[in-house]
Each structure stands twice: as structure tokens, then as C-alpha cells.
């Protein structure tokens, strides 16, 4: 398996501007995650999905983001409109539930935004 | 407000030495931890983890040791060696049922930049 694959691997926009990033996950697997990191937060939880239906998106710093899960093998995150401090690094992860390293989740490269 | 807490934003090593990169955490709920690996330009990668019923897990070079009654938990990489330069999150998972699914979110500490040098 190739892994989860996140596209593009770098985007620059100005403020204002939609930016909208997008992830794979490995094939098989049911919860999805995005995550957000920056030097003063660290990596920070965003929203997860569970057979594409979205569990928990408390961490959504605001109405700005959106998340959708339309099927099994695809997810995008969207920011609009985009400002400066949205700038981080965004990576997607994908885990199988049960067993007994079900928490153990796989990440993708991320996606390394710039608001301008 | 951060529940998962890694106080060393660095550490630097000598190839052949232990090091010990420690993580603290506040939720008494959280009954698995885990340790990533990241690497510069790519997404952090398991390394090790250890449930709450336990003390300790060893993997190879890599040992976590869990002290519950201090919410501290710590990895030990012996021998270091200069492949092991990396950033080390630590990251806690609380068991709940939510909607029917079963998951343990996970909280990941802000990382320790882990320099093994020559």
C-alpha cells in the first residue's frame, strides 16, 4: 500500500484566497483525521471521520474550516476565506479500529500551507 | 490547554549513550500512550506504545517506562545512534464510545527535537 497521500504537498495563496487540501487514506481503513501543527500548539487534532461520517469536530478552529468525507478512499479540508495564521503544516492520518493497536494511526507526508 | 506535555522542546545526545525524552500528562482517563517519530518533510510514524496496565514495553533499543501515580512517562532510546535524530511526540489516548464507535482520540505533546551526534 502507498501509505495515506495528501495533495499538494505545498501551497502558497494569499489571504482571502480558498485553499482546499486533500487526503487519501490507506485502503481498509475506517477513521480518518486531520491535524494541524504549528510551532506554539504542536499537532492538534482537527476533525475525525468514522466511516466517513464526521465524529468530532471540536478542534475546527472556526467557521472558516470545513471538512467532508464523500467516500471510503477520499477527504478534502477547506479553508475559506484563508488568513496568515492559518499557516501549518496539515497532515491526514488514517487508522483501522480494534484490535489491540487501534490507536495507532498512519500519517501522510502533510500539506506545508502559506497564507500570504 | 494541553493535556499531553513535552517541557523539552530539545535534546542532544552522544552516539552510543541513552537518551530519555520524558512526557507528562493531566487526564487520569487516558489508559493508552504512544510515541511518534517524526522526521523532517514527512508525517510522524509510530514507534512504541504502552497501555496503562502496564510499566514498562521494550521494542528493541526503545523502551517506554509509564508512572502512573506521577502521569509521567518516558522513552528510552539505547544506544542512540545519529539515524535516531528526529522530533519525538509523545501522545495519550482516552477510551470512549462515541455514536456507537469505539475510539481512543489521541493528544499529542508539542514534540522534543532529538540531536544524536557523533
Known amino acids: 500500500d502507498a501509505g495515506v497521500i495528501q495533495s499538494p504537498r505545498h501551497e502558497v495563496t494569499e489571504m482571502g484566497q480558498e485553499v482546499t487540501l486533500r487526503c487519501k487514506p490507506i485502503s481498509g481503513h475506517d477513521y480518518l483525521f486531520w491535524y494541524r501543527q504549528t510551532m506554539m500548539r504542536g499537532l492538534e487534532l482537527l476533525i475525525y471521520?468514522?466511516?466517513?461520517?464526521?465524529?468530532?469536530d471540536s478542534g475546527m478552529p472556526e467557521d472558516r474550516f470545513s471538512a467532508k468525507m464523500p467516500n471510503a478512499s477520499f477527504s478534502t479540508l477547506k479553508i475559506q476565506p484563508s488568513e496568515p495564521r492559518d499557516s501549518a503544516v496539515y497532515f491526514c492520518?488514517?487508522?483501522?479500529?480494534?484490535?489491540?493497536?487501534?490507536?495507532?494511526?498512519?500519517f501522510g507526508p502533510g500539506t506545508r500551507l502559506t497564507v500570504l | 490547554d494541553q493535556q499531553v506535555k513535552q517541557n523539552s522542546p530539545s535534546l542532544s545526545v552522544q552516539e552510543g549513550r541513552i537518551s530519555i525524552l520524558n512526557c507528562d500528562y493531566t487526564?487520569?482517563?487516558?489508559?493508552?500512550f504512544l510515541w511518534y517519530k517524526k522526521y523532517p518533510a514527512e508525517g510522524p510514524t509510530f514507534l512504541i506504545s504502552i497501555s496503562s496496565i502496564k510499566d514498562k514495553n521494550e521494542d528493541g533499543r526503545f523502551t517506554v517506562f509509564l508512572n502512573k501515580s506521577a502521569k509521567h512517562l518516558s522513552l528510552h532510546i539505547v544506544p542512540s545512534q545519529p539515524g535516531d535524530s528526529a522530533v519525538y511526540f509523545c501522545a495519550a489516548s482516552e477510551v470512549r464510545v462515541d455514536r456507537g464507535s469505539t475510539l481512543g482520540r489521541l493528544y499529542f505533546g508539542r514534540g522534543t527535537q532529538l540531536t544524536v551526534w557523533p
Open positions: 487526564n487520569s482517563m487516558f489508559d493508552y
Open positions: 471521520f468514522n466511516n466517513n461520517v464526521p465524529i468530532d
Open positions: 492520518a488514517s487508522s483501522s479500529g480494534g484490535g489491540a493497536r487501534h490507536n495507532e494511526q498512519f
